[in-house]
């Protein structure tokens, strides 16, 4: 399988992707990704940024060098764009506020960390990609399987505590932990203050016209994407990416996540008025629609795999379907987020009723 432009590692040339708007490629080290796009959208002030990478120097020497190539300094940064909670997108945020007095802009329900049972931070794309990271690396024997298992592994250690399902809940990995109380103990904190929250259908003027918010929960509670209706290009973040499928979590506070996300995509669907997308990870693609119709496809022919397994295992733990939904090289807390939201989306559907075993463990039937 041919590796999927996502996982494609970070170029250091600048592209113009839109009138006043310039696509730059960040490097980050996450299972199954290669870069994040920082856009840079241009006006008589300097510019405003979208998604400025993950925390840390190696993102930051990259992201001096790329405004350096469009000609601009840290200083001329006036606004930071943040689409959702996850490091690889807010990572220089807190930097640019301190050094360029940028003012940073976010969903107001942004959060980050380990607050209960909403907590899923290091999750990004889907179990599937990343199985198809491994295949499209050349793998196959045992070796590779072992391999892709521990890095999906060392990606999603358990925090402490049980989720809803009775198992643990995914945490990031031990140096990424490290990292971040470090920086907290030093004064260095990396999740920046947002002092613009926006709700859906706010406008921001960013590259000398308007930008609308719109608010795209399901990979996150507080994921926002951009619509510029005058030049016709839409800022994706990861709701709806070129050739791969977000992480959808069970760890929400949404009863229902994977609903959220359906009706998310079926808003930025109707959206008049898109020829060019711009998404956080990959290549800009113009069909925004035909994507994001794609995408609820391959979680219909999920949740109907996940009504068969019910029907041939009778009343089952989440981790007993995710171990027969999923190849076993995946089998894991992330594996058993996403099988669980799933099945709470059958749930309230109708199409699938939940108990408790003895231990208050969930048991789940499907009809």
């Not at 490091?87 to 607050?115: I, M, N, Q, T």
């Not at 002092?195 to 990979?219: C, I, Q, W, Y």
Request: aromatic fraction near 6%; proline fraction near 7%; glycine fraction near 10%.
């Amino acid at each position: 399988m041919a590796r999927r432009q996502e996982q494609e590692s970070a170029r250091r040339e600048i592209s113009e992707v839109g009138p006043g708007i310039l696509r730059m490629e960040l490097p980050i080290r996450m299972p199954g990704l290669g870069h994040v796009n920082m856009y840079a959208l241009l006006d008589d002030e300097g510019a405003a940024v979208v998604d400025p990478g993950m925390p840390g120097p190696a993102t930051w020497k990259a992201i001096v060098d790329r405004l350096r190539q469009a000609d601009l300094k840290v200083k001329d940064v006036h606004t930071v764009v943040v689409t959702h909670s996850h490091p690889d997108h807010f990572g220089g945020a807190a930097r640019l506020a301190r050094e360029a007095g940028a003012k940073v802009v976010a969903h107001r329900s942004f959060r980050f960390g380990p607050l209960g049972p909403g907590a899923d931070d290091a999750a990004e794309v889907s179990v599937d990609d990343l199985a198809a990271q491994r295949d499209g690396d050349g793998g196959g024997d045992a070796a590779s399987d072992e391999g892709a298992r521990k890095a999906q592994s060392n990606a999603m250690r358990k925090w402490s505590g049980t989720t809803p399902w009775g198992g643990k809940s995914p945490r990031p990995p031990l140096r990424v932990r490290l990292k971040w109380r470090a920086a907290r103990f030093f004064g260095g904190a990396f999740v920046p203050e947002i002092n613009k929250l926006v709700s859906h259908g706010d406008v921001l003027r960013l590259a000398g016209r308007e930008f609308f918010v719109m608010h795209t929960p399901g990979h996150t509670e507080d994921h926002i994407c951009l619509h510029d209706p005058e030049e016709k290009i839409f800022l994706a973040g990861d709701h709806v990416l070129p050739s791969i499928t977000p992480h959808i979590s069970g760890l929400t506070h949404a009863p229902d996540p994977l609903d959220s996300f359906f009706e998310s995509l079926d808003l930025v669907a109707a959206t008049p008025d898109v020829k060019q997308v711009l998404p956080a990870h990959g290549h800009p693609f113009s069909d925004l629609k035909e994507r994001a119709e794609a995408i609820k496809r391959h979680h219909d022919e999920r949740l109907e795999k996940v009504k068969g397994i019910g029907r041939a295992l009778g009343p089952s733990t989440v981790e007993a379907f995710s171990q027969k939904l999923f190849h076993p090289r995946s089998w894991g807390s992330m594996a058993e987020s996403e099988t669980f939201a799933h099945l709470e989306h059958l749930l309230h559907a109708g199409k699938a009723e939940r108990s408790s075993g003895p231990d208050g463990v969930f048991l789940y039937e499907t009809g």
